[in-house]
């Protein structure tokens, strides 16, 4: 028979990519990890369109008017909020997925744009609190590095529940990342396969929750405020519960949010898109009467200055970015930066058994670009400098892009954004985001059907 | 100004756990009593200095938190969490401690008279606790260095995933976790437990060294095993 002849009708339930699967199941007994976030294509911000102003709307000169993105988190508590000059944050990546490097990068960068970075599984590098004016201090399960002289020097402490790439999981760190330093800082053996607690170790449930917040303020006198992170999965009800146990700050991470490790089914099949979980959020402060009273951040694939306006409209305070920030430093280039010039990476793209532009091999240790790393040689790959100067123009871009779009809905400051300037552009979208399908003021599943 | 009391009945927690942060490093206070704590939580917390506290009465959850050189004593039992994520220093409770008694704690030692709950010792980093009595289920569970001294009995899992974290236990054990084998005591372990006992004050003077049993891990799963898939 010819070879076009050959049947080549490719099975909706067996395609390519389940057949993968399950030969690599049957050759090696144990689940995919990997690092990055969803690749499943899910409704997103891309799904909303903002309504710009017209005659029904007054419209700010883009080039001249001010448009304030001023940026206060908190307020409920604190002695000391956290103030920012714009809404976007850089989110918790511990040193141990990124290198020392990355994170003093970040530092820089977010210091530069008047913005808050965060640490991460393993706890705070003197790099990190020295480069960030505004560093917030995670308190995770495993406890990693975790100690009151850094509470005591972290500018916010962020209680994390759980992660949008694996709600319900804990960290993981493949020995090829657990270095001598990084071993050193988690009190770990060196070189094992870190698999962290996906609960904490002296609390089990919102009650005890507020006892164990309360202990945070009381041994930082009450001056900081105190974040908690959740994964979204029953997001309305989780954020009535963080709210309760005296959050200061929810901050809410989508089933898009990325990570350095974990297994592909976590993050492929656990939790709610962004958009969904937005709106769960800002209903249950809404419906606590304590919207702008306990700030919200999201996360969870928040790419561009858009997604971040149409966040901020749906009632968000700020934006905190994972993914974006390690692609904005180099992350799936297909070149690095050393010693005054760019080195082709396409060779260790290939040695992962990937390419420039697909890579999500941050667990393997050996990122091309030296971004996910503890390799002495690889981390050599991006200086401090050089990721913040890149990190710092997508940071000012994104900014950019968000003023413009909130002076065409006639507003002088960011946080007026509000969801009646938006309208989606999917069934999926609107009933998800609650706002109605452009053209029409049909909200599916609000109202009379 | 070398000793002080403050009561609880009279004054606010906050009021005591600031003066202990800020003005009390910088006065020499040495001793400080503190009353009629009825259950309060989050006494004492995030203390920085050379002081000795005594809470007469029952403490709730978090006594002791985040310590760093104190030495605390609580008279009654603990809630969750005594001595949580320790540093150093002491924290001595003379009656029974709640579930995740020295939780996460990195140095300093724990003792803990009467029995504690679950989940003692769980995710310690580098400190050492001594139990009088028993410990609940899954104590011990991910302990990646320290030394517990159990002079009771161990419910169910004791050591789960432990890493480098040893224990010592006079009594039985219901079930071992995942990796957690009892190993043969060496000389070191006797001296170990010895010294322990010593530190944790007359109380345990009536506990021999050679009646312990050693409990470690077997590193077994350090590493991603296949055939060890249902243990991680």
Redesign the interface.
Known sequence: MSEKNLSREESYSYDRKTIDYIRNAAA???YEIRGMGAKRKLPNFDDLVFLGASLSRYALEGYREKCSTKTILGTRYAKKPIELEIPITIAGMSFGSLSANVKEALGLAATAVGTSTTTGDGGMTPEERLSSKTLIYQCLP??YG???DD?RKADAIEVVIGQGAKPGGGGML??QKVSARVAGM????EG??Q?S?CRH????GPD?LA??I??LR?????EKPIYVKVGATRTFNDVKLAVHSGADVVVVDGMQGGTAATQTCFIEHIGIPTLAAVRQAVDALEDLDMKGKVQLIVSGGVRTGPDVAKALAMGADAVAIGQGVLIALGCNHDSYFQNGEHYPACADYSALGTTAGFCHHCHTGKCPVGITTQDEILEQRLTPEFGAKHLKNYLQTLNMELTTIARACGKQNVHHLEREDLVALTLEAAAMAKVPLAGTSWIPGVGNI | MDSLKFDLAEIPLRTVNTFLHQEAPGQGVRKVLITNPDGAHNIAVGLDFPVEIEIVGHAGYYAGGMNKQASITVTGSAGTGVAENMMSGRVHVKGFASNGAGASAHGGLLVIEGDAGLRCGISLKGGDIVVGGSVGSFSAFMAQAGRMVICGDAGDALGDSLYEAVLYVKGSIKSLGADARIEPMAEADLATVKALLAAAGPAFDQYAPQDFKRVASARSLYHWNADANQEY
């Open positions: 090696h007994g144990l495993s406890r975790f100690n009151p509470v493949l020995g988690r009190t770990l053996p094992i396969d698999r607690a170790p002296d609390w089990t005890d006892i164990k309360q202990e009381e041994m930082t006198d009450w």
